[in-house]
């Protein structure tokens, strides 16, 4: 096999793999820091490129920073990722955008769009399960229903979810933010300042989250 072929490899599969894992030293997702760093950035700009737009004209926005701030406490009790958050809300925002959703279903939706995306960024052990979902919402929905969602909305996406979110940017930008020898006015120590640009990262993903202006 040439190296040219080698080159070939499906970097959607090393994501998946790699970005399921952090480093323990440095808190970063491992695709980050390994070999294919380069590579996997290159396939995730290509990705960005061909996303599928948001407008942000669903007639039920208005429920939208409930929904998020509801998605964000789920996240946090199930220990999910920030890819799996960033993945979710652009789920339930693309699908929110495309359909007429009645009020009363807007958290079976979300849930399963989160659901999504935790089976395409978690470790299998972190997936909750179908029958866990229904306690998680105050309707009637059943384990059976949301088997039906999570099919409808997967048909919706052409079964395709892979979507790069400012969070697979994030991590792999804020290596390059603070480089040996860097220093402010303060001398700050240099492991002091990249604690403060991941602190600010991580501000700005959380505030992602809730931005709902588009760029024509």
């Not at 991580?202 to 505030?207: A, E, G, R, S, T």
């Amino acid at each position: 096999m040439s190296s040219n072929n080698c080159r070939q490899i499906p970097f959607s599969f090393v994501i998946i793999m790699l970005g399921r894992k952090k480093d323990t030293k440095s808190g970063l997702f491992c695709w980050c820091l390994s070999s294919y760093a380069s590579e996997i950035h290159s396939y995730l700009k290509k990705k960005e490129i061909n996303v599928r737009r948001i407008h942000f004209r669903s007639p039920q926005l208005k429920f939208r920073p409930g929904l998020i701030d509801w998605i964000r406490s789920l996240s946090v009790k199930m220990k999910f990722t920030t890819l799996t958050v960033h993945l979710g809300v652009r789920l339930i925002d693309v699908f929110m955008d495309s359909h007429n959703i009645k009020q009363s279903r807007l958290p079976s939706i979300c849930l399963i769009c989160l659901l999504i995306a935790a089976k395409f960024e978690e470790e299998d052990s972190m997936i909750p399960k179908l029958t866990d979902l229904p306690s998680f919402v105050n309707d009637e929905t059943t384990k059976e229903d949301f088997v039906y969602l999570e099919f409808y909305v997967l048909e919706s996406f052409n079964w395709f979810v892979g979507f790069a979110t400012a969070a697979h940017f994030a991590e792999y930008y804020s290596l390059f933010a603070v480089v040996k020898g860097d220093s402010d006015h303060f001398e700050t120590s240099h492991r002091h300042l990249q604690d403060l640009v991941q602190s600010s990262m991580k501000d700005f993903l959380d505030i992602s989250l809730t931005e709902t202006i588009v760029n024509e």
